[in-house]
């Protein structure tokens, strides 16, 4: 088998950057180890930056986000009984977000790759890689049982955190950075109405919560637990009951209604540079993580993946490598702010049980300060809604 840019990974990333180096004539063959249903269910993120929305705008993936994607102008800081809520377009020259979860994201990208006819092949793991120091790369997979051969001219490492693509970078170059954070999140989807307009970041004694949505029917919510907690010890009424206490403002009530998916994510900070060796260019989960509490992950991938597309185009299109030279310092600029930004908010709305008591009230004065000043406020929703370097 033989493609321009073979693709590992039918993620956000992988699927986009099949999508826009299409539309740029360029020919691609996405590789996927696990089969189509589970990437269609697999329960992520959900909040858009507007460089997000466009992008998928661009690649013509966006006709239900459009219909169905649900425009946020803020988000509520609660803590201590009190309710801050911060706008954006006032703080950001008009910008803001939009809650579309990356499932749909999928769905509709695999949709528009399957009626185009592309070459996406589900249940079919990438075993190695070979060759990215060459001008003949090469990528080895399984397909029913049998391995097989696919030759190219490129490859885009979109394969997520576990994937096999990092390693193929040589352990001399490659730099990691890390920090694991101590605890994790239960995220939960349930059938209720959103008891909220804007997503509700809370801090409390008993720790963190989100309320989030996915549409006017379904809420998503996350409660800070250990980060070795088990679902097992999380029983429907316990997930209410907390998530109850740890939002609570005077005045204001939770709707709660049946649980239809749980899952438990450790947080994790993590850097991989270069982002690119050879022929070979990671883009998303594979060369970074972030916690989500500023909402990033899936932004990063997509923003990676703009600039990877670009890069490509203009090496097919015009002989340069300049895009593709420069792809790992242009992406690791924007990683490293949000990597920043997404440690910040993680450390600011967390409770961390081993924090001295020294730490604990300087986070406490700094969340005051955060909910009180015009200059903390206005940054915040920068970074929120994405922040663009002035260059
Ligand atoms: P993905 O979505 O992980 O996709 C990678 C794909 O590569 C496949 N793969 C392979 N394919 C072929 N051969 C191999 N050897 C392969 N190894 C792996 C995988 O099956 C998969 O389909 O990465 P991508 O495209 O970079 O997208 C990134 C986003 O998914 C990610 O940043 C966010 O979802 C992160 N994240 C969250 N971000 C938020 O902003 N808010 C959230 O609430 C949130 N929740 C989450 C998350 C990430 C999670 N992970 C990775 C465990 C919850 C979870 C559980
Ligand atoms: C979500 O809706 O899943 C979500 C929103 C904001 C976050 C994290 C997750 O910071």
Redesign the pocket.
Known sequence: MRTQVAI?????????LSQLLHDRGIDTVV????GRD??ER??????LEQATVDVLRAAGAADRLDREGLVHHGIHLRFAGTDRHIDFPSRTGGRSVTVYG?TEI?KDLIAKRVAEGARLYFD????SIEGIDGDAPRVR?VRDGVEEVLDCELIAG????????RAAIPADVLRTYERVHPFA?L?ILAEVAPSTDDLIYAYSERGFALH?MRSSEVS?L?LQVAPDADLADWPDERIWAELRERLALPGWTLDEGPISER????MRSFVAEPMSFGRLFL?????H??P?T?????????A??RVLGDAVGEWYERGSRGGLDAYSDTCLRRVWRAEHFSYWMTTLLHLDPGAAEFEQRCQLAQLAYVADSEAAMDSLAENYVGYTWAD
């Open positions: 590992i990974g039918a993620g956000p990333a992988g699927l986009l590789l996927e180890a696990r589970y990437c697999r329960q992520r993120a959900g909040m990356q999928v079919a793991p990438v075993t997979f979109c394969d997520g955190f576990h994937g096999v693509s999140w995220g989030s998503r996350y899952s438990i994510t450790p883009a998303g989960d594979a060369a993580i972030v989500p500023g909402a990033k992950g899936l932004n990063l991938a997509m990676d993946v």
